[in-house]
């Protein structure tokens, strides 16, 4: 149950098991429209690198390492505010996203409809590589 008194900063005890401890997922939001970005993984170290540089650093579950978006893309993330949510397991960021968010090269990870009939469709360009 949330309550506006409780947790003001991430509880990463709440969190997803993972080799590099403690893990919370991420939600990353454009700053400028509230578009959803991208899903990912942060632990306590990748969040104090994001308060400390205002860039977006996260946990790759699947590298089992820190992960500073836009170090090999250029595709950068530009903190503009961290949130979190009411139990404290949820991070929110709000960020300046330079070139695509996506590793598939679109802006949003979310460029993917599903129709009612179950298909898909692809719902913007890619703007990069």
Known sequence: MCD???????DFTRGVPSSGGSVLPVVTQDA??????????????SLELTLKT?????????????????DT?????????IEVDCDGDTILLHVRQVGAACHE???????????DDGSKTITEEKIAK
């Open 105 to 115: 090269g679109y802006r949003s990870c979310f460029f993917r409809k599903v129709n």
């Open 73 to 81: 893309s250029g595709h950068e993330q530009h903190v503009e505010r």
């Open 32 to 45: 400028d429209n509230g578009r959803v970005l991208m899903l990912a993984w942060m632990n306590q170290e």
């Open 54 to 70: 205002k860039r977006a650093v996260y946990y790759s579950r699947s590298r089992r390492g820190l992960w500073r978006k836009g």
């Open 4 to 10: 506006e008194d409780s947790r003001a900063a991430p």
